[in-house]
T-cell receptor, first 114, second 112 residues
Framework: DTAVSQTPKYLVTQMGNDKSIKCEQN?????MYWYKQDSKKFLKIMFS???????INETVPNRFSPKSPDKAHLNLHINSLELGDSAVYFC?????????????FGPGTRLTVL | QKEVEQNSGPLSVPEGAIASLNCTYSDRGSQSFFWYRQYSGKSPELIMSIYSNGDKEDGRFTAQLNKASQYVSLLIRDSQPSDSATYLC????????????FGTGTRLKVLA
């Protein structure tokens, strides 16, 4: 009974391809997030959705498009992949807005762009 | 100045010693602070949260917060080799939409 799950766990693809990562949480949380962790381990917020509405959209190339079909799911689609997109992408969720709440992280998706 | 700063380490301590991890932040309005632990190849997991000035203890872990100095720390007593990991400080910043900002993490090595 995984709390926050992501698929796939590993993704290896060529430059220029389009790929998607899926995330699901069964915690009943209202808010979901996508983070990117680069090779130096810096964890940076990309997007956040609260009850299917986009509330945080950091300075991310518009090749990245999140979609939240319902509050338990948040997917990330990436167009025209570039070498610099190689990183670990973490999905997370929290009960309510991130003002005082713990975030629960998924296992991560390691994306390698060749 | 970065929004949340940590020394990247590695911080090496002998088994049984106290490990002290530090974090400074730039947003004076921040009210919520968190410490996460991340083992290599794994996802971050929460160790402690702290919201008020002073100390908060949980087992071998103590979080300390000083809002006037914009400083939060984590002490690990009786450090064990299993504590070897990267420790991420997270601060909820309040300018605009509330959001988590993570520090770059401090890598801790506990030597047996």
């Amino acid at each position: 009974d995984t709390a926050v799950s992501q698929t796939p766990k590993y993704l290896v693809t060529q430059m220029g391809n389009d790929k998607s990562i899926k995330c699901e949480q069964n915690l009943g949380h209202d808010t979901m997030y996508w983070y990117k962790q680069d090779s130096k381990k810096f964890l940076k917020i990309m997007f956040s959705y609260n009850n299917k509405e986009l509330i945080i959209n950091e300075t991310v190339p518009n090749r990245f498009s999140p979609k939240s079909p319902d509050k338990a799911h948040l997917n990330l689609h990436i167009n025209s992949l570039e070498l610099g997109d190689s990183a670990v992408y973490f999905c997370a969720s929290s009960p309510g807005l991130p003002s005082s709440n713990e975030q629960f992280f998924g296992p991560g998706t390691r994306l390698t762009v060749l | 100045q970065k929004e949340v700063e940590q020394n990247s380490g590695p911080l090496s301590v002998p088994e049984g010693a106290i490990a002290s991890l530090n974090c400074t932040y730039s947003d004076r309005g921040s009210q919520s602070f968190f410490w996460y632990r991340q083992y290599s190849g794994k996802s971050p997991e929460l160790i402690m949260s702290i919201y008020s000035n002073g100390d908060k203890e949980d087992g071998r872990f103590t979080a300390q917060l000083n809002k006037a100095s914009q400083y939060v720390s984590l002490l690990i007593r009786d450090s064990q080799p299993s504590d070897s990991a990267t420790y991420l400080c997270a601060v909820v910043i309040t300018s605009g939409t509330y959001k988590y900002i993570f520090g770059t993490g401090t890598r801790l090595k506990v030597l047996a």
